[in-house]
Nanobody, 124 residues
Framework: QVHIVESGGGLVQPGGSLRLSCAASGFKLDIYAVGWFRQAPGKEREGIVCISGSDSQIYYADSVKGRFTISRDNAKNTVYLQMDGLKPEDTGIYYC?????????????????YGQGTQVTVSS
């Protein structure tokens, strides 16, 4: 069975860090493009970080550039999103998505596979 599970969310103080995980089962994530999206309360979902299947292209939204880092652990069939310097405006539900061909920050639904999301709350 093919699915993706996000984990690692939680409550963190401003300036803190979290590492989100995107674990895939049923397919090899290392050749798939992966995108991270988030939906803040009352706002539209936005793509914040994407990596192409070949790892040759990585996109970071301006709002997270310099603070978030995407990486792969192919042995664990997992993609990570390291989030440092968290701000209250980073609060939201974070979704991971994967696709063999499509990559980009525009539409989560364009990806073949995506998870249920993990909640990140940045608050003092």
């Amino acid at each position: 069975q093919v699915h993706i599970v996000e984990s690692g969310g939680g409550l963190v103080q401003p300036g803190g860090s979290l590492r989100l995980s995107c674990a895939a089962s049923g397919f090899k994530l290392d050749i798939y493009a992966v995108g991270w999206f988030r939906q803040a309360p009352g706002k539209e979902r936005e793509g914040i970080v994407c990596i192409s299947g070949s790892d040759s292209q990585i996109y970071y939204a301006d709002s997270v550039k310099g603070r978030f880092t995407i990486s792969r652990d192919n042995a664990k069939n997992t993609v990570y999103l390291q989030m440092d310097g968290l701000k209250p405006e980073d609060t939201g539900i974070y979704y991971c998505a994967a696709d063999r061909e499509y990559w980009g920050p525009y539409e989560l639904s364009e990806y073949n596979y995506y998870g249920q999301g993990t909640q990140v709350t940045v608050s003092s």
